[in-house]
């Protein structure tokens, strides 16, 4: 079965970067694409972006170009989500999802704060 | 940028049916958008009940359908369940880039 195992919890302060990382297991690891999605505290959903994993070809959310990169390590089908240049509105809780049905990672919490 | 609209929030009783919609700022829905439902409950990460426009997983309850509806795409739940009082999200598809809905929050009372 589809699995996506994210890394855990981090507490980064305003100006840092971040990176999450979510490894998949169950399937063919290239032969789908991850999107990264998040959500505030109390907030909706918003999708980030999406990178084709047999390429490392991405596509990001107007809202964050230049400030995210998604990358795989198809060696250990991992993918990754970097966002730099973080502030208090990028607390939230950030997901990893395969496309083709939309299979969601656990989450990780990111908060950013002083 | 486009906007994904749903109905904020949305009470149904037990045992009835309720229709969730999906509406897009750019006209109508069409299964082009791949319209996917997802389910969240407090606490939890959300979890897909619908993709393309109506096809279901194994976990998605038999009394949720996905539809395309009066040019949108539509979430019919029948025989709600106390359970089923979640929020509500759906994601359309623009060629490639992708757009949720701000939520519906459903209230089965």
């Known amino acids: 079965q589809v699995q996506l195992v994210q890394s855990g919890a981090e507490v980064k302060k305003p100006g840092a970067s971040v990176m999450v990382s979510c490894k998949a297991s169950g399937y063919t690891f290239t032969g789908y694409y991850i999107h990264w999605v998040r959500q505030a505290p109390g907030q909706g959903l918003e999708w980030m972006g999406w990178i084709k994993l047999s390429s490392g070809g991405t596509n990001y959310a107007q809202k964050f170009q230049g400030r995210v990169t998604m990358t795989r390590d198809t060696s250990i089908s991992t993918a990754y989500m970097e966002l730099s240049r973080l502030n208090s509105d990028d607390t939230a809780v950030y997901y990893c999802?395969?496309?083709?049905?939309?299979?969601w990672g656990q989450g990780t919490l990111v908060t950013v704060s002083s | 940028q486009a906007v994904v609209t749903q109905e904020p929030s949305l009470t149904v009783s037990p045992g009835g049916t309720v229709t969730l919609t999906c509406g897009s700022s750019?006209?109508?829905?069409?299964?082009?958008?791949?319209p996917y439902w997802f389910q969240q409950q407090p606490g939890q990460a959300p979890r897909t009940l619908i993709y393309d426009t109506s096809n279901k997983h194994s976990w998605t309850p038999a009394r949720f359908s996905g539809s395309l509806l009066g040019g949108k795409a539509a979430l019919t739940l029948s025989g709600a369940q106390p359970e089923d009082e979640a929020e509500y999200y759906c994601l359309l598809s623009y060629r490639g880039a992708w757009v949720f809905g701000g939520g519906t929050k459903l209230t089965v009372l």
């Open positions: 999802v395969r496309d083709s049905g939309w299979f």
């Open positions: 750019t006209g109508t829905v069409t299964g082009g958008h791949w």
